[in-house]
């Protein structure tokens, strides 16, 4: 199984290969290029941890917030750790103080939790669960 597109949190990996025994074979491209990197075919296949960077070196996956980076990946894995999560994905929203806000787009696993799920409660997990940096970042 492939997956051509940004690198996929680590839980997906782990939770693919419960289900399959096999790891997901990741590759990253663009149009203009085609595949840029893969990892092998046969052998070791890592997750990746490193964003993706365009020719410019700007990555795709870092918000910058209040001055530092912030790897959207970073937290969308911290996210997928929650029991009642099913699916998020983290996006910047332009702000006028910040530059850029990290906004999370969030699927319950189901709606009967949906109650648990309430923005305070995010918050809160994410603050025990999200490196120094960026705690104070999450408002």
Request: proline share 4%.
């Amino acid at each position: 199984m492939m997956c051509d597109s940004a690198s996929l949190p680590e839980s997906i990996h782990r939770r693919w290969y419960e289900i399959t025994g096999h790891h997901r074979l990741e590759r990253y491209g663009m149009t203009e290029c085609g595949i840029a990197l893969s990892n092998p075919s046969k052998g070791e296949r890592i997750p990746a941890h490193a964003p993706f960077t365009t020719d410019d070196r700007q990555s795709m996956d870092i918000i910058e917030c209040s001055g530092h980076k912030v790897s959207a990946l970073y937290i969308e894995r911290i996210l997928l750790e929650h029991t009642n999560i099913s699916e998020c994905s983290v996006i910047d929203v332009d702000d006028p103080t910040l530059g850029q806000k990290i906004d999370a787009i969030i699927v319950t696993k189901s709606l009967n939790t949906i109650n648990d799920l309430r923005i305070d409660t995010v918050r809160e997990y994410s603050k025990k669960n999200i490196y120094q940096i960026i705690r104070y970042l999450i408002q």
